[in-house]
């Protein structure tokens, strides 16, 4: 079935977007870009404040998913740091995330957790460091 046979390259287009939107978040805690990070906020946070250490952990972190390298462990880290970051910025605003703005959070939460379970897929560094292996996914 077509399904089974393009899952595994779906999973690393799953990979690749999230990594891609999440870095996004790094770079306007960090360098303010490509948005200018919230003035009602404080502006942009130190390097070694605890919004700094979040960018620092999704600009970078994102990178090392972007291309698939360390795929899962990284992947299990970032989505601890969503789940403590619904929880400190989000959750004490309202039970919804629709209501307290943690949609983003829970999803980037879940869909770490989902890639820390199934690997990186086929595009990805990992595989041609041979740390990867689907039964579906195409033989060097």
């Not at 998913?65 to 989505?79: E, K, M």
Request: with cysteine.
């Amino acid at each position: 079935m077509i399904v089974n046979a393009i899952s595994p390259w779906l999973c690393s287009v799953l990979r690749i977007v999230t990594a891609f939107l999440f870095m996004a978040h790094g770079t306007q805690k960090l360098f303010s870009f490509p948005v200018p990070f919230p003035a009602e906020m404080g502006g942009p946070p130190g390097f070694f404040s605890l919004l700094g250490l979040a960018g620092m952990l999704e600009l970078f972190g994102g990178l090392l998913l972007l291309i698939g390298l360390l795929t899962r462990p990284v992947a299990f880290l970032l989505s601890g740091q969503m789940a403590v970051a619904y929880f400190m910025a989000h959750a004490s605003q309202g039970f919804w995330p629709l209501a307290n703005h943690g949609e983003a959070a829970v999803l980037y939460c879940f869909i770490f957790l989902y890639l820390a379970a199934a690997g990186p897929g086929p595009l990805s560094v990992d595989r041609v460091r041979g740390k990867y292996s689907h039964p579906r996914a195409p033989r060097h």
